[in-house]
């Protein structure tokens, strides 16, 4: 029911930025969720952030600030502006979405940009 378009990811140096971009298309959506989570070889996949209906987000402690969320609800899109990277951020970014349906709750995931901060 749920596809992802993501994109902005690439490589940047530390300092740098990049924001990323996530829209989502499907039939009958109540996306209440939309945020960002990362994972790197070996480690569980950890949230960056989240943006509810209603202008609740939740960041990740380890972004320090650095990172901004928001969201467009007329086109289903979600970013993340991400400044003063580091090293330590270099991770595949997953676009996801909580859809509130009839039938419950769905959790979708896209399917990943990538993030490189090197020098």
């Known amino acids: 029911q749920v596809q992802f378009r993501e994109s902005g990811g690439g490589l940047v140096r530390p300092g740098g930025s990049l924001r990323l971009s996530c829209t989502a298309s499907?039939?009958?959506?109540?996306?209440?969720?939309m945020g960002w989570y990362r994972q790197t070889p070996g480690k569980t996949r950890e949230l960056v952030a989240t943006y509810t209906r209603g202008s609740a987000i939740q960041y990740a402690d380890s972004e320090k600030g650095r990172f901004t969320i928001s969201r467009d609800y007329a086109t289903n899109t979600v970013y993340l502006q991400m400044n003063n990277l580091e090293p330590e951020d270099t991770a595949v970014y997953y676009c996801?979405?909580?859809?509130?349906?009839?039938?419950?709750?769905?959790?979708?995931w896209g399917q990943g940009t990538q993030v490189t901060v090197s020098s």
């Open positions: 499907g039939r009958g959506l109540n996306l209440v969720v």
């Open positions: 996801q979405a909580n859809d509130y349906s009839a039938y419950g709750v769905t959790t979708y």
